[in-house]
């Protein structure tokens, strides 16, 4: 399973767009790119998943270049409620047995 | 509310002992999963099952051992319990099997505490 690296935490002013990149340099072909947030005290919650390029949901968009190494999650004018630990996973299960994990993930801290 | 329950929300036992966490998944979702979240250790996957069937499995302790039953809820089976299995207990469910990485549904989580 493609191990990723993440920035331990970041800061950043209400309003603004925020990007944290996820490196995956061992990333497989049939591997996708999932991120999820994580509250205090809350299980985590899917935000949005990708193979490749660009994809874009109402919450998020996720940026992927073509050597897919990495991927940058983006939040656009983030605000307080956005304080939260996000996870970048990659991989993909075609059965057997599987060593996952969400790893540390970057802990976001929304400034007013 | 995402739909999935775990019972109990909190859980205070002694080194030891065996407990049980118990999670129902969103209606319809055949897949379940267990991770343990503990605060030097992130989010690890556990174990996962499908349709009553083990699917994957990650890094459980031969301590633990999990289940799903016809009904598709799950429980997971902690025993000879250390201070160190003191963790969130997150379930997930998801409508497929074949991917740990399709869009999962997490619990409230039950928070063990060994003393």
């Known amino acids: 399973l493609a191990k990723t690296t993440q920035p331990i935490s970041m800061d950043s002013y209400e309003g603004q767009e925020v990007n944290i990149t996820c490196s995956h340099n061992?990333?497989?072909?049939?591997?996708?790119i999932t991120w999820y947030q994580q509250f205090p005290s809350q299980g985590p919650r899917f935000i949005i998943q990708?193979?490749?390029t660009k994809v874009t949901n109402e919450v998020a968009s996720l940026f992927i270049p073509a050597d897919r190494k990495s991927s940058t999650l983006s939040l656009p004018r983030v605000s307080l409620s956005d304080t939260a630990v996000y996870y970048c996973?990659?991989?993909?299960?075609?059965?057997?047995?599987?060593?996952?994990?969400f790893g540390t993930g970057t802990k976001l801290q929304v400034i007013p | 509310d995402s739909g999935v329950t775990q019972t109990p929300k909190h859980l205070i036992t002694a080194t030891g002992q065996r407990v049980t966490l118990r999670c129902s998944p969103r209606?319809?979702?055949?897949?379940v999963y267990w991770y343990q979240q503990s605060l030097d250790q992130g989010l690890q996957f556990l174990i996962q099952y499908y349709n009553g069937e083990e699917r994957a499995k990650g890094n459980i302790l031969e301590r633990f051992s999990a289940q799903q039953f016809p009904d598709l809820h799950s429980e997971l089976n902690l025993s000879s319990l250390e201070l160190g299995d003191s963790a969130l207990y997150f379930c997930?469910?998801?409508?497929?099997?074949?991917?740990?990485?399709?869009?999962?549904?997490f619990g409230p989580g039950t928070r063990l505490t060994v003393l």
């Open positions: 996973l990659v991989g993909m299960n075609s059965g057997g047995y599987q060593k996952v994990t």
């Open positions: 209606s319809g979702d055949l897949s």
């Open positions: 997930a469910s998801s409508a497929r099997q074949d991917s740990l990485l399709n869009e999962q549904f």
């Open positions: 061992n990333i497989a072909t049939n591997d996708y």
């Open positions: 990708g193979y490749k």
